[in-house]
């Protein structure tokens, strides 16, 4: 299946202060990535759907100028949370669809807002 | 709107004895169902998915499920648990149309020897 990779496994951070992560696909050109946030003990929530070369697709209650979402190339997708506060700390994971149906996803992002 | 329910947060089971871990759906038209583990601080890694054909899908690790339309299922099994099974485990739905994966609430299966 397709390989996912993302960038940082972890972050700390300040409140206030922006986190970008990376998600890039190694193996697999994505038109479509997907990212998703899960609390601890819970299931992952689709935040938005991410289209190369377009505006992102948000799920309703995520805020789009909280969570920034650029998806510059087919192999590359961002993920900013802007302004970061301490209810921001998730593990956030990023998605792809490969040619045969199946979402392969990210090794995920542990971002901690002190 | 597509849902998972899997009815279980914890399933134990002994190591060596067979292991079942519950998931129902509800799509629209016809299900593209999946089961994913996730260990510890990790992404999902796919086990196995039904898309058409037979109804008991093979996947890795030695995991099946069986998909049954009338009971609107897609229950995980193994035949002989390891303890290296323990993980937390997600049932996923999506339509056939490309929406995005809707999961469970996950399953935390936890194999004892």
């Known amino acids: 299946g397709a390989v996912v990779s993302q960038h940082p496994s972890r972050v700390i951070c300040k409140s206030g202060t922006s986190v970008k992560i990376e998600c890039r696909s190694l193996d697999f050109q994505a038109t479509t990535m997907f990212w998703y946030r899960q609390f601890p003990k819970q299931s992952l929530m689709l935040m938005a759907t991410s289209n190369e070369g377009s505006k992102a697709t948000y799920e309703q209650g995520v805020e789009k100028d909280k969570f920034l979402i650029n998806h510059a190339s087919l192999t590359l997708s961002t993920l900013t949370v802007t302004s970061a506060h301490p209810e921001d700390s998730s593990f956030y994971i990023c998605s792809l669809r490969g040619g045969t149906d199946t979402q392969y996803f990210g090794p995920g992002t542990r971002l901690t807002v002190l | 709107a597509q849902s998972v329910a899997q009815p279980e947060d914890q399933v134990n089971v002994a190591e060596g004895n067979p292991l079942t871990v519950k998931c129902t759906y509800s799509v629209s038209g016809n299900p593209y169902l999946f089961w994913y583990v996730q260990y510890p601080n990790r992404g999902l890694q796919f086990l196995l998915k039904y898309i058409t054909g037979d109804n008991l899908v093979k996947g890795s690790y030695g995991f099946e499920a069986e998909f049954n339309k009338s009971q609107t299922s897609f229950h995980l099994k193994k035949p002989s648990a390891l303890v290296s099974d323990s993980a937390l485990y997600f049932c996923?739905?999506?339509?056939?149309?490309?929406?995005?994966?809707?999961f469970g609430k996950g399953t935390r299966l936890s194999v004892i020897a």
């Open positions: 996923a739905v999506r339509d056939s149309l490309g929406t995005p994966l809707v």
